[in-house]
């Protein structure tokens, strides 16, 4: 069950990474839509990558910034006491994750997309 979760993660880790880079080229950065889909992209990156950074992760397209609010939480550089980074069990990282991504989707539409698991 896990490995399928995971799957599911690393698919929409490169679709939104396609479509990112995609994007970049047609829409001005500082917008909602890429504001959006930057974050999940870094949700899903770190949902299929949970050792990141501390450990090995493949390469993403230097087009997406290492900048944000969600990522800058798991990657912190000063006071790293609250910071989520320090979880490390995977299946615990991604059920943050989960939640997380469930809050930006209810965000960005009227009713609920996602289903609990």
Same mark, same amino acid.
């Given at each position: &069950?896990? /490995? ?11 679709? #939104?990474? %396609? =479509? ?13 839509? =890429?504001? +959006?889909?930057? !974050?999940?992209? +870094? &949700?899903?990156? #770190? ?8 450990? *090995? =992760?493949? #390469?993403?397209? %230097? @087009?997406? %910034? ?6 800058? #939480?798991?990657?912190?550089?000063? !006071?790293?006491? !609250? ?14 994750? +989960?939640?997380?991504? /469930? @809050? ?7 009713? *609920? ?5």
């Amino acid at each position: &069950m896990a /490995q399928r979760f995971l799957l599911k993660w690393v698919t929409l880790l490169h679709k #939104l990474e %396609s =479509w990112l880079v995609h994007i970049n080229i047609v829409v001005d950065t500082r917008t909602p839509e =890429w504001t +959006w889909g930057h !974050d999940t992209f +870094w &949700m899903a990156f #770190l949902a299929a990558c949970p050792d990141f950074p501390h450990s *090995s =992760w493949p #390469l993403w397209n %230097s @087009r997406i %910034s290492l900048e944000g609010a969600f990522i800058e #939480l798991w990657t912190p550089t000063e !006071d790293p006491e !609250d910071s989520p980074a320090l979880i490390t069990n995977h299946d615990t990282i991604r059920a943050v994750i +989960w939640t997380e991504f /469930q @809050r930006l989707a209810a965000e960005c539409f009227l009713y *609920s997309l996602v289903a609990e698991l």
